[in-house]
């Protein structure tokens, strides 16, 4: 075969790969459009607790890990703000507008090691577990820059309802 010939069908294995790549995500956006996040402010009378830049990573269905959601303003990693109200938690992500996760929704936070494109040290991602609707729950993992994971779960257990069967620290583990 010739040069010209093994860089033609280079190119034509390229484009297949990139028109599979996208056939898969139109799929997986198709599977997942039932899912909205929550988009919205923190009531007007909510006070801030403490902030914590970092890392948005990625929102997955509970316990799955490796299988991430394509939702819109969740689908992609991003940098961004957690912030810790007494009335829930908010989310600031580049390029998405901010979303709210009430106090009601919320149903477990602890740390994990893996999520769908991260792997990092032992427990340094924080995972927020949450009802996204009345039948899915999903896990949405952030990686703090200037705190630690602990830390950032720490600072949302607090708000966690007591009647939430997934709020006890066994289920708040980490993935491995």
Known sequence: MTREGALV??????????????????????????????IGEAPAGAT?????????????????????LAIKG????????????????????????????????????????VAIDRVVEP??????????DADTIVDTYFRPQDASARALADAILPLIPTSSPASSPAQTGSDA
Request: glycine share 8%.
């Open 74 to 113: 969740l689908g992609f990693r991003s940098r961004g703000v957690v912030t810790v109200t007494d009335a829930g938690v908010v989310l600031d992500l580049a390029g998405t507008p901010r979303l709210f996760l009430p106090v009601h929704v919320l149903v477990a936070a602890g740390q994990s090691t």
């Open 9 to 38: 069908v280079m190119i034509l294995v390229a484009v297949l790969l990139l028109v599979l790549l996208a056939w898969a995500w139109r799929r997986r956006t198709k599977r997942d459009a039932g899912l909205t996040a929550p």
């Open 123 to 132: 427990d340094g991602l924080t995972r927020l577990t949450w009802h996204i």
């Open 48 to 68: 801030v607790l403490c902030a914590f830049p970092g890392l948005y990573v990625a929102t997955t269905r509970h316990d799955e890990p490796l299988e991430r």
